[in-house]
């Protein structure tokens, strides 16, 4: 690991060591079957095996119940945005969509064009430094759906306690899947792009619930369907091999670890730690309100912009890099997914510390 450094971005992200090196070996000669993994039919039995493992894993660790089926999608999260409501809105009903940043913005765009939306909360006018708790809500119960982002990438917020709502809850985990045990049955869709916590870019992980894949208007296209690759089991079409096969090994290494139970206490003792570090100082001021700090995306500012950019030039020399905030709101952002090691946050406190003390 001597050629490593402390990597902080935001997605594509940090990957287990130890899955870059199995897959490295892999993409040559996968199981000593003499083809690389990339290499081979998704209808070989060898890639079989791997998608059906990726997704018992996944199941297995994510306690997937038998009515969801877990499906892997191409396209990116953003596709998403477009597929939710092509499957479960039409022209003369009503979506309702929480707005809590970048990502949900996108998804209320998308939505726009099949049906009506109601934007049942907005954080914009602050910043988008905060989620809604539950008791902040009112949610129609005639909504075909209720849509939200668990985990706001770009401003560093996250839900502590979801929504509750008596339409189907759909939710963009992409950068907070499997970091946190959650009670799938109370959802009705979960989506996530990979390449946050739990692969490379490439895949999209779906998991739906069964009654919801019989709601899609006979006019949308084969490929956006979901039922199309339900009933296949994701293999309609040639899917993202790779990312399915490195999704299953981040899956094995996390269970591993002891599950997801294991990475959410590692999890919350990484953000604590930073989170400490902003508290303790009058230097350094957290972007999110407290209650809706993220776990996963810990974001915050200096006294002013020049001394970001040093910050993260200094950080950047001392092998601690990506931590540049996001071009729309600046600032520093440490991504700290389920694969980011304890010690580089441990690593990233000592050098605030010092930078404090030098610029302070
Ligand atoms: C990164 C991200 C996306 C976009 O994902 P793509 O796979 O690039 O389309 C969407 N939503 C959230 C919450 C994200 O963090």
């Given at each position: 690991?001597a ?6 971005s935001?997605?594509p992200a940090?990957?287990?060591y130890?899955?870059?090196?199995q897959a490295?070996?892999?993409i040559?000669?996968?199981?000593n079957?003499?083809?690389?993994l990339?290499?081979m039919s998704h209808?070989?039995k060898?890639f079989m095996a ?8 996944v199941r ?10 877990v ?5 990116g999260?953003?596709?998403q945005f477009a597929?939710v409501?092509?499957?479960l809105l039409?022209k ?5 969509y929480?707005n809590?940043g970048?990502?949900s913005?996108k998804?209320?765009?998308?939505a ?6 109601n934007?049942a909360?907005?954080?914009e006018e ?6 809604p ?18 985990n706001n ?5 996250q839900?502590h306690?979801?929504?509750?709502s008596?339409?189907p809850?759909v939710c963009?985990?992409s950068?907070d899947?499997?970091s946190?045990?959650?009670?799938v049955?109370?959802?009705g869709?979960?989506?996530a792009g990979?390449q946050k916590?739990?692969g490379p870019?490439?895949?999209?992980l779906?998991?739906i619930r ?5 709601k899609?208007?006979?006019?949308v ?8 690759h339900a009933d296949?089991g994701s293999?309609?079409?040639?899917p993202?091999?790779f ?10 290494w996390?269970k591993n670890?002891?599950?997801v139970?294991a990475i959410?206490?590692?999890n ?6 930073l ?5 303790d ?5 957290g972007h ?5 700090r993220s776990f996963?995306?810990?974001?915050f500012?200096?006294p002013?912009?020049?001394l ?5 030039q200094e950080a950047?020399s ?7 905030g996001?071009?729309s709101?600046g600032?520093v ?7 980011f090691p304890?010690?580089g946050?441990?690593t990233?406190?000592?050098f ?6 030098n610029?302070?």
């Amino acid at each position: 690991m001597a050629d490593r450094i402390y990597n902080f971005s935001a997605g594509p992200a940090t990957l287990p060591y130890e899955v870059l090196t199995q897959a490295a070996k892999d993409i040559v000669n996968f199981n000593n079957t003499g083809i690389g993994l990339i290499e081979m039919s998704h209808r070989s039995k060898e890639f079989m095996a791997v998608a059906e493992e990726a997704e018992s894993l996944v199941r297995e660790l994510f306690s997937v119940p038998d009515n969801y089926k877990v499906l892997f999608l191409q396209g990116g999260a953003s596709t998403q945005f477009a597929m939710v409501p092509m499957n479960l809105l039409s022209k003369g009903r009503t979506a309702t969509y929480l707005n809590t940043g970048v990502w949900s913005k996108k998804a209320i765009k998308e939505a726009g064009l099949f049906g009506n939306v109601n934007v049942a909360y907005t954080s914009e006018e602050s910043g988008f430094d905060h989620v809604p708790a539950p008791s902040d809500l009112t949610l129609p119960a005639d909504s075909e759906y209720t849509y939200f982002v668990s985990n706001n990438t770009i401003f560093g917020t996250q839900y502590h306690e979801f929504p509750v709502s008596d339409a189907p809850l759909v939710c963009d985990m992409s950068s907070d899947i499997m970091s946190r045990k959650i009670d799938v049955s109370s959802f009705g869709i979960i989506f996530a792009g990979a390449q946050k916590n739990i692969g490379p870019a490439g895949a999209t992980l779906v998991i739906i619930r069964d009654d919801l894949l019989s709601k899609t208007p006979d006019t949308v296209p084969t490929m956006f369907k979901y039922s199309t690759h339900a009933d296949k089991g994701s293999m309609f079409n040639t899917p993202p091999c790779f990312a399915v096969y490195t999704i299953g090994l981040v899956m094995k290494w996390l269970k591993n670890l002891g599950g997801v139970d294991a990475i959410e206490k590692l999890n919350r003792e990484k953000a604590a730690l930073l989170y400490q570090t902003i508290d303790d100082s009058q230097f350094y001021k957290g972007h999110a309100r407290t209650a809706s700090r993220s776990f996963m995306n810990v974001t915050f500012n200096l006294p002013d912009p020049d001394l970001e950019t040093k910050f993260i030039q200094e950080a950047t020399s001392r092998e601690l890099n990506g931590l540049k905030g996001h071009r729309s709101v600046g600032g520093v952002r440490a991504s700290i997914y389920n694969a980011f090691p304890r010690e580089g946050v441990e690593t990233l406190v000592e050098f605030m510390k010092e930078f404090e003390k030098n610029n302070g």
